[in-house]
């Protein structure tokens, strides 16, 4: 089979965020910027560094991930696996530029470009990857699309009284990562200026286009008023005061409020009179079918609010805030509204006006027709730039693809009334198969520098419950894997199940180890002394605990972990070199007391700990 794309000139793009599913505001930018650079007669090379599937494992989700879908689109996909932890706060009045850049990254940039010498362009998402820059050889064009202004970010977070847990710097920090770039990608007018006086590398605007999916039309009246957005702290704060607005004095002769997208996830308790939740829909048409006119109540956030564009491109009459409309360069008031209590009135005001209604549609369509311009005024600006350098590129290797093999799929393993099957695809989305049982774990590839490391290809074991458990649990050895949180915190298998299953990937490897000594046993409770990773001592971290002795295992249900004073375990183990230090704590658990020795698998989202039981026991 030749190679895709083979006759045109090739463009890495690197982000922490997949482009698949389409399902938040950043990942639409970066598939927007990338179906830019696909018309402009680029072939796209795309490496998603596992960022954000990292941080869904944490609060507890399966990464809504899909590389099948990547690799219908796109030359070459890989992976790169993320294997630092990456803060989500910091004690320091800011990030540094860097710390949310690991070296695995630019190991990842430094080995493409290697072997595809003939790539001429390398452009990173966000200012916090700009690290890898300095790892791409001389005469390759180094872009950066900012997506957002992180100086001084957190300071919008202060009229909520809360914290931000994504990235922000100081005006210093984004400077020197704008300053790794020869081209600087700004999503609109205010930010690129902005960008222009900090640094010195070429700011081009480049606004995501919206291609326009049906005509403007007046609604014939206002019965429902949308909101779709991502789970994200702008969304979250910016619709929970409009919703707070909208239910003060709602009677049913008003609009009603829908939100849709994954930002219901995070609104459990919302629903009630003048509100309903739609949860997340596979496709944009079927929410637009539902709301006569969108709102973006936004009351923080930088960039462009994509749902914005979205819901211009679907023909649908917005109303807004300054900042939720920021980078459409907005004039009619509706789009102009100082908060959320604006925004109610506003609506309220075309709800019942027709005529206000109708001014409302033809300005939005105004508003939509000049972004629409500007927009590709500004994307043939930078293709035109991309081709002046593909052109000035005197000296070219052969392509070198690094061909990955496809592995054959390992046949299922039965034991311990469990079927275990191990599936090597790109299929990364499902969390579930019909078929197959619950997706248990995804198998990390080791090293770096090769191309079998970088695949989106993984082996992911699926489980299902048999009727029989006549035979052993399987035993798969000592497995590299990401555990799914769903298995770890929903129990979606049995039992025996479950505890099948902590036998087959008993020797699995361990983010840490330690040892641990029972002090205490009463009845079914147990109490251990032992070490944890000082992240898993203070708050809520959902945890399954499993006792391995001999061939066998059981489930304890962790209690309580109480911080001890005195550390009376020495041994402890990070096997991943980027754990916080260990502290002394107690485990109260309940279940079987083992009569002697034995282990404990501590699973926690995305993190495996071993503590040894047994006395004599001794980490290497």
Known sequence: MPPKCADKPAILVLAPMPP??????????????????????????????????????????????????????????????????IALKTRSNAFGIDEWCP???????????????????????????????????????????????????????????????????????????????????????AEAGAFAGLTDSRVLLLPPHFPAQKPFAVPERVARIGFLGHGNDPNLFSIGRFIRAWREGWTPDRPELVIAGEICRSLPSVEGPGVRLLGYLDRLE??????????????????????????????????????????????????????????KEAVLAVARDAEALARLTQASETLFTRYAEVAQAAEAQLIGLLEAHERERTSRSPHMRGERDAQPDAPSVVGGGLVLTCETSARSLPAADPDLGVLVATERRPGHGIAAVYTPLRQRWFARAEATADRAAPDLGALDVALSPEWVRDRKLPSAARTALACAFARMQADWETQGRIVGCAGACIEIATLLPGVLVNGTHPAAVFLIVGEGASELRLERVTPLHRREIQAYADRTGRLPAPLPVSLSLRGQAPEGGGCLLFLTDDGIGRITLAEEARLS
């Open 286 to 343: 079927d929410f637009y079918a539902q709301a006569d006119l969108v709102v973006a109540p936004m009351l923080m956030g930088s960039g462009l609010k994509m749902k914005v564009g979205e819901a211009l491109s679907f023909g649908r009459p917005v109303i807004g805030t300054e900042i939720g409309l920021e980078g459409f360069e907005p004039v009619e008031p509706a789009h102009r509204c100082r908060d959320a209590e604006a925004a």
């Open 20 to 85: 698949a599913p389409v399902s938040a505001g950043n990942r639409r930018r970066l598939a927007a910027t990338c179906e830019a650079l696909t018309r402009g007669g680029f072939a796209i090379d795309l490496a998603y560094y596992a960022h954000e599937d990292q941080i869904y494992r944490r609060f507890g989700q399966h990464p809504p991930t899909d590389f099948s879908d990547m690799e219908r689109r796109f030359r070459n996909v890989f992976l790169i696996e993320a294997r630092t932890l």
């Open 103 to 189: 070296d695995e990254v630019g190991d990842f940039v430094a080995w493409y470009c290697s072997v595809y010498p003939a790539t001429g362009a390398v452009l990173v998402n966000y200012v916090f990857l700009s690290r890898a820059l300095e790892r791409v050889p001389p005469g390759v064009l180094k872009l950066i699309d900012t997506h957002d202004r992180f100086a001084g970010r957190q300071n919008q977070y202060r009229p909520f009284r809360a914290e931000p847990n994504f990235f922000y710097t100081d005006a210093a920090g984004e400077a020197a990562g704008l300053a790794r770039a020869d081209v600087v990608l700004a999503i609109q007018a």
